[in-house]
């Protein structure tokens, strides 16, 4: 079946531009999890969002750094006047939801350029 | 708080040798433990994962982790290496439903 898909799979924005990366999870998968991967980081967990509980937000760096789920499925993460040490990979990620530490299956990513 | 450290960030190894990556974590509750591997361009996959049960964990491609508590390690092998192995692998740690720590990766080369 399809996994994980994100859009775009390449984001090349200007400093100060917003810009809008999207993921559309597992059809049936109820967890959402979005992860930044960068050089100086590693990866590291942004938010978690489950069916129609709060999203956990812990993650997120700054009040730039926005995400919402509509419909319980597809997924846009939304980064306000970019920096440069916005530039990473993003990762999205769904799982079932239904039992602690059912596996997270990985979307491709987004490659974010901040120039 | 947990975490996860993983002692190198390149392996090379030769094919037909064994593959060994290192894993040590810290946690406050017992973990889950987690191993993923990504190859170029693509996300993430799970390699194979710790979930209390069994304390050696067989995974995809021929892939194995121990879980040992008394050294907080949990420590990847595969037994003979094949040019396709060549990746990036993260051991990651989760006290939660849902929320993974990861390490900083270890890259494995496969040399002919």
């Known amino acids: 079946g399809a996994g994980v898909s994100q859009s775009p799979s390449n984001k090349v924005t200007e400093k100060g531009k917003d810009v809008e990366l999207r993921c559309d999870p597992i059809?049936?998968?109820?967890?959402l999890y979005w992860y930044r991967q960068s050089l100086g980081q590693g990866l590291e967990f942004l938010i978690y969002?489950?069916?129609?509980?709060?999203?956990?937000k812990s993650g997120l760096p700054s009040d730039r750094f926005s995400a919402e789920r509509t419909g319980g499925s597809v997924s846009t993460l939304t980064i306000q006047r970019t920096q440069q040490e916005d530039s990473a990979v993003y990762l999205c990620?769904?799982?079932?939801?239904?039992?602690?530490?059912?596996?997270?299956?990985f979307g491709p990513g987004t490659r974010l350029t901040v120039l | 708080a947990q975490s996860v450290t993983q002692l190198g960030s390149h392996v090379s190894v030769s094919e037909g040798a064994l593959v060994l990556l290192r894993c040590n974590y810290s946690?406050?509750?017992?973990?889950?433990l987690f191993w993923y591997v990504q190859y170029p361009n693509q996300g993430l996959q799970l390699l194979l994962k710790?979930?209390?049960?069994?304390?050696l964990v067989k995974g995809i491609n021929g892939f194995e982790a121990e879980f040992k508590k008394s050294e907080t390690s949990f420590h990847l092998t595969k037994p003979s290496a094949h040019m396709s192995d060549a990746a990036e692998y993260f051991c990651?740690?989760?006290?939660?439903?849902?929320?993974?720590?990861f390490g900083a990766g270890t890259t494995v080369t496969v040399r002919a």
């Open positions: 990620a769904s799982s079932t939801g239904l039992a602690g530490t059912d596996t997270q299956y």
């Open positions: 059809s049936g998968h109820t967890a």
């Open positions: 946690s406050s509750v017992p973990p889950y």
């Open positions: 710790y979930t209390s049960a069994a304390t």
């Open positions: 990651a740690v989760s006290e939660s439903d849902y929320k993974l720590s």
């Open positions: 969002f489950q069916g129609n509980s709060a999203p956990d």
